[in-house]
């Protein structure tokens, strides 16, 4: 089945950097969306992204589809403590007709050093 | 707040029991979808209902079972709990249109099994 590789694992930054992130799929897919995910809590919807090479903003966050439709791009600019949490990375095949099934990446999981 | 709504937040039985969550979509939402997250992964993707008739499978056990009632609230059903089954229970739903691909997660079932 598809697998998708998201790195880093986890990231330990300074409140004010910046961060990127990366999700990679074994095959192709026509939707790209960013969840963030607190302790003991939902996933809650970032970023959607529905087009190879489309480039989305959500304030700080920065989003992108691969030309390749195998991978995506997370950027977050000027990180702030509320920033901490778990990232994940989800794909929907376009080859699974009749249902909209997600598949989820490992996460990264970002912490801020005081 | 995503719209969607869980219950119980917390579960703790026991080895062998039988459980039911409960999960009710955002308002207008035909499709659900129950994921499993077990401590520290990734979501895996259970099943999919959608204006009451399942749609898609995924990893679900023979001993978890799933419906949607015609007033679109999902249920899940897990039977002869085991220890392994101790995760955290998610419920998303989705919208019509071109946004159908968006799911939006409920808080979430912390299922324990001693």
């Known amino acids: 089945g598809q697998q998708l590789n998201q790195s880093p694992q986890s990231m330990f930054i300074q409140e004010g950097e910046d961060v990127s992130m990366n999700c990679t799929s074994s095959?192709?897919?026509?939707?790209w969306l960013w969840y963030k995910q607190d302790p003991g809590e939902g996933p809650v919807l970032l970023i959607a992204?529905?087009?190879?090479?489309e480039l989305t903003s959500n304030g700080r966050l920065t989003a992108q589809f691969g030309i390749t439709r195998k991978d995506s791009f997370l950027n977050i600019s000027a990180s702030i403590p509320s920033d901490v949490g778990i990232y994940f990375c989800a794909g929907r095949d376009p080859h699974n007709f009749g249902n909209e099934k997600l598949t989820f990446g490992t996460g990264t999981r970002l912490t801020i050093i005081p | 707040d995503s719209g969607v709504t869980q219950t119980p937040k917390h579960l703790i039985t026991a080895t062998g029991q039988r459980v039911t969550l409960r999960c009710s979509p955002r308002s207008g939402d035909l499709s659900v979808y129950w994921y499993q997250q077990s401590l520290d992964q990734g979501l895996q993707f259970l099943i999919q209902?959608?204006?009451?008739?399942?749609?898609a499978k995924g990893n679900i056990l023979e001993r978890f079972s799933a419906q949607q009632f015609p007033d679109l609230h999902s249920e899940l059903n897990l039977s002869s709990l085991e220890l392994g089954d101790s995760a955290l229970y998610f419920c998303?739903?989705?919208?019509?249109?071109?946004?159908?691909?968006?799911?939006?997660f409920g808080p979430g079932t912390r299922l324990t099994v001693l």
């Open positions: 998303a739903s989705s919208s019509q249109g071109n946004s159908y691909n968006e799911q939006f």
């Open positions: 992204l529905y087009k190879a090479g």
């Open positions: 209902y959608y204006n009451g008739e399942e749609r």
């Open positions: 095959s192709i897919f026509n939707t």
